[in-house]
């Protein structure tokens, strides 16, 4: 048995064949298959997400993260070389002026203008680390419309495909209301509008708290010690009447489930006794031994070895039950990644 106090990176990773990296979405949302996993038995069991609603319990909280995902990848060529180039939108830091993942990193050197389309230019004004740069859009009054126009769903690089008009609803989950994100929330795809109508019915409630992802969530730990390792910070709200929700269930002991790993960390990050809204940004890594302090219920998609949140989802579950269920999971052809299967992981 490995001690949890020394595992680094490598232990982090697993067999995955390519064929159950999801490349395309269920025609449901709901009809995701759903590992149970039980911390306290140690036991594993299959069902469906659709009956979720009889799967939780009468007072149960979900806590949802609303972010909503844009149009975030752009295809082009150096001006000066025709070379190809991929620009990747993180954050626009004033009207059309924007921080941006640069591929290759060569094309980041100030100066450099890339285009996009014939009414869409950018120069990089300023290389960063990483290969990430600020540029600046032409000056044309409509940039923002011609980066609709032009703008791609911002699919993971494990997708190997163009995306295509069934993206733009399908990477995004149904109650998005907080632009801001590169890259969806996956657990929360699987929920439909009746889904969350039978919850309610059900007894259980739900409140939403926004963390905006960044493109950190695909990207491997650089370091092998674990606690060597930093994420990108990414922002996040909530709002007074969420910590309110959440402190109430807290108080009268009814299981707060955080649906990602995204809402997880904004939950891991907060003090729910805050009497007000809260906002900021977090860069918090949470890797095993760590003790959650307002997370009971953990709903999650299958993780990318050796990545931050495959370190969330061990220190939840524990490290040998974490492993032997994505064992399982691969063994019994459960589909993985951003619309692939997902799991349920209860205390006891």
């Given at each position: 048995m490995i001690d949890k106090r020394n595992l680094l990176k490598e232990n982090f990773q697993y067999f995955l064949p390519k064929n159950l990296i999801a490349q395309m979405p269920l025609s449901g949302r709901t009809e995701s298959r759903l590992l149970i996993s039980n911390i306290a038995r140690k036991e594993l069991s299959e069902n469906v997400f659709s009956d979720l609603p009889d799967l939780l319990s009468p007072g149960d909280l979900l806590v949802l993260n609303n972010t909503?995902?844009?149009?975030?990848?752009?295809?082009?060529?150096?001006?000066d070389t025709g070379g190809k180039v991929e620009v990747f939108l993180l954050r626009e830091l004033e009207h059309g002026i924007w921080k941006a993942l640069v591929r290759p990193g060569r094309a980041a050197r100030s100066g450099i203008i890339l285009e996009f389309s014939n009414d869409l230019s950018c120069a990089v004004r300023h290389r960063l680390e990483q290969g990430r740069a600020i540029i600046e859009f032409n000056s044309c009054k409509n940039t923002g419309d011609a980066l609709s126009r032009t703008a791609q769903v911002p699919l993971p690089p494990y997708i190997k495909r163009t995306p295509d008009e069934l993206d733009d609803e399908r990477y995004q989950t149904v109650y998005a209301s907080e632009k801001g994100a590169v890259a969806a929330p996956t657990a929360g795809l699987h929920f439909d509008r009746e889904l969350l109508i039978q919850l309610a019915r059900n007894g259980i409630e739900h409140t939403y708290v926004t963390l905006h992802v960044g493109p950190g969530t695909f990207e491997p730990l650089r370091s092998s010690i674990l606690g060597d390792n930093t994420l990108d910070p990414e922002e996040y709200y909530v709002s007074a009447e969420a910590l309110s929700a959440i402190r109430n269930a807290r108080e009268e002991g009814r299981r707060v489930i955080a649906v990602g790993t995204?809402?997880?960390?904004?939950?891991?990050?907060?003090?729910?006794?805050?009497?007000?809204?809260?906002?900021?940004?977090?860069?918090?890594?949470?890797?095993?031994?760590?003790?959650?302090?307002?997370?009971?219920?953990?709903?999650?998609?299958?993780?990318?070895?050796?990545?931050?949140?495959?370190?969330?989802?061990?220190?939840?579950?524990?490290?040998?039950?974490?492993?032997?269920?994505?064992?399982?999971?691969?063994?019994?052809?459960?589909?993985?990644?951003?619309?692939?299967?997902?799991?349920?992981?209860?205390?006891?």
């Amino acid at each position: 048995m490995i001690d949890k106090r020394n595992l680094l990176k490598e232990n982090f990773q697993y067999f995955l064949p390519k064929n159950l990296i999801a490349q395309m979405p269920l025609s449901g949302r709901t009809e995701s298959r759903l590992l149970i996993s039980n911390i306290a038995r140690k036991e594993l069991s299959e069902n469906v997400f659709s009956d979720l609603p009889d799967l939780l319990s009468p007072g149960d909280l979900l806590v949802l993260n609303n972010t909503k995902v844009f149009r975030a990848r752009l295809q082009g060529n150096r001006a000066d070389t025709g070379g190809k180039v991929e620009v990747f939108l993180l954050r626009e830091l004033e009207h059309g002026i924007w921080k941006a993942l640069v591929r290759p990193g060569r094309a980041a050197r100030s100066g450099i203008i890339l285009e996009f389309s014939n009414d869409l230019s950018c120069a990089v004004r300023h290389r960063l680390e990483q290969g990430r740069a600020i540029i600046e859009f032409n000056s044309c009054k409509n940039t923002g419309d011609a980066l609709s126009r032009t703008a791609q769903v911002p699919l993971p690089p494990y997708i190997k495909r163009t995306p295509d008009e069934l993206d733009d609803e399908r990477y995004q989950t149904v109650y998005a209301s907080e632009k801001g994100a590169v890259a969806a929330p996956t657990a929360g795809l699987h929920f439909d509008r009746e889904l969350l109508i039978q919850l309610a019915r059900n007894g259980i409630e739900h409140t939403y708290v926004t963390l905006h992802v960044g493109p950190g969530t695909f990207e491997p730990l650089r370091s092998s010690i674990l606690g060597d390792n930093t994420l990108d910070p990414e922002e996040y709200y909530v709002s007074a009447e969420a910590l309110s929700a959440i402190r109430n269930a807290r108080e009268e002991g009814r299981r707060v489930i955080a649906v990602g790993t995204t809402t997880t960390r904004v939950l891991e990050t907060i003090d729910v006794n805050s009497e007000t809204s809260l906002s900021g940004e977090t860069e918090i890594f949470i890797f095993p031994p760590y003790d959650f302090r307002n997370v009971d219920v953990l709903i999650t998609n299958f993780h990318l070895p050796e990545s931050s949140l495959l370190c969330l989802v061990a220190a939840f579950m524990g490290y040998e039950f974490m492993m032997n269920a994505y064992r399982y999971a691969v063994e019994h052809q459960f589909r993985f990644y951003s619309y692939g299967d997902v799991m349920l992981i209860e205390q006891e």
